[in-house]
């Protein structure tokens, strides 16, 4: 970069949820944003391209100059991605869905753009994690969220007892993710390993008409199982005591 320019801006930019209209969660001013934009850095081009058309974007979108960043780049192309950032250039950030940059791999263009030196700003928008906790009603001064937990049914087990212990002593509310089509597994795993008065949140397709939101203890959930199959999910896990007493 030159000494005499000024570097461009980063925009994280939110996506919607699955189908829900971009009119109903995101603010008018963050599409503004995506439709002045000549750049951007997204997981996958083609529902890059979606997005922007579903937002109104105003010019033909083989305008837009899309570059690729997901969990296969090479790390030693992250800086490479800043090219148009450096030169002066806005760019915005994009993931496959909700907040770019959280459980997403553009959290490494993020990190490598504060080396550079470039401005990032964060845009308003739909995050299936904190919209889940909010929804809970379990500890929100309190959490973590841990991504994607093991596949392997054993190593899974031993992550999800590591995990309510880790409430039990911090209380503190634990979150996570699955893929969809592993949900149903992902919830008899947790009725078969966490104590029975343990609290679960199953928070599904957020932002969406069939969205559904139910915490109750292991016990209830024993007694009423649910599928979830091929349906998003957030996972939220509280064995702690604080405001939850007199569960």
């Given at each position: 970069?030159?000494a005499n320019l000024a570097p461009g801006t980063l925009y994280l930019l939110?996506?919607?949820?699955?189908?829900?209209?971009?009119?109903?969660?995101?603010?008018?001013?963050?599409?503004?944003?995506?439709?002045?934009?000549?750049?951007?850095?997204?997981?996958?081009?083609?529902?890059?391209?979606?997005?922007?058309?579903?937002?109104?974007?105003?010019?033909?979108?083989?305008?837009?100059?899309?570059?690729?960043?997901?969990?296969?780049?090479?790390?030693?192309?992250?800086?490479?991605?800043?090219?148009?950032?450096?030169?002066?250039?806005?760019?915005?950030?994009?993931?496959?869905?909700?907040?770019?940059?959280?459980?997403?791999?553009?959290?490494?263009?993020?990190?490598?753009?504060?080396?550079?030196?470039?401005?990032?700003?964060?845009?308003?928008?739909?995050?299936?994690?904190?919209?889940?906790?909010?929804?809970?009603?379990?500890?929100?001064?309190?959490?973590?969220?841990?991504?994607?937990?093991?596949?392997?049914?054993?190593?899974?087990?031993?992550?999800?007892?590591?995990?309510?212990?880790?409430?039990?002593?911090?209380?503190?509310?634990?979150?996570?993710?699955?893929?969809?089509?592993?949900?149903?597994?992902?919830?008899?795993?947790?009725?078969?390993?966490?104590?029975?008065?343990?609290?679960?949140?199953?928070?599904?397709?957020?932002?969406?008409?069939?969205?559904?939101?139910?915490?109750?203890?292991?016990?209830?959930?024993?007694?009423?199982?649910?599928?979830?199959?091929?349906?998003?999910?957030?996972?939220?896990?509280?064995?702690?005591?604080?405001?939850?007493?007199?569960?």
């Amino acid at each position: 970069m030159s000494a005499n320019l000024a570097p461009g801006t980063l925009y994280l930019l939110p996506t919607g949820l699955g189908e829900s209209a971009l009119a109903d969660v995101l603010p008018e001013p963050v599409l503004a944003t995506a439709g002045r934009l000549l750049h951007f850095i997204a997981e996958n081009p083609k529902s890059a391209r979606a997005f922007l058309k579903q937002a109104g974007y105003p010019r033909p979108l083989a305008e837009a100059a899309i570059t690729t960043l997901d969990k296969n780049t090479p790390a030693t192309a992250i800086t490479g991605l800043l090219e148009p950032l450096l030169r002066g250039f806005d760019a915005g950030l994009l993931s496959e869905a909700g907040c770019p940059a959280v459980a997403d791999p553009g959290a490494l263009l993020v990190r490598a753009a504060h080396r550079a030196g470039i401005p990032v700003v964060p845009l308003v928008g739909p995050s299936s994690i904190l919209l889940a906790l909010m929804a809970s009603g379990l500890n929100g001064q309190r959490f973590a969220f841990h991504g994607y937990l093991p596949v392997d049914n054993a190593a899974r087990t031993g992550r999800l007892r590591e995990l309510e212990r880790r409430s039990r002593q911090d209380d503190a509310t634990q979150i996570f993710i699955e893929t969809p089509y592993r949900n149903d597994t992902m919830l008899r795993a947790l009725l078969d390993s966490c104590a029975t008065d343990t609290l679960l949140c199953i928070a599904t397709d957020l932002t969406q008409p069939s969205a559904q939101v139910r915490t109750q203890r292991i016990s209830d959930w024993r007694k009423n199982p649910v599928s979830i199959d091929r349906r998003p999910s957030v996972f939220l896990v509280y064995a702690g005591t604080g405001l939850w007493e007199t569960r």
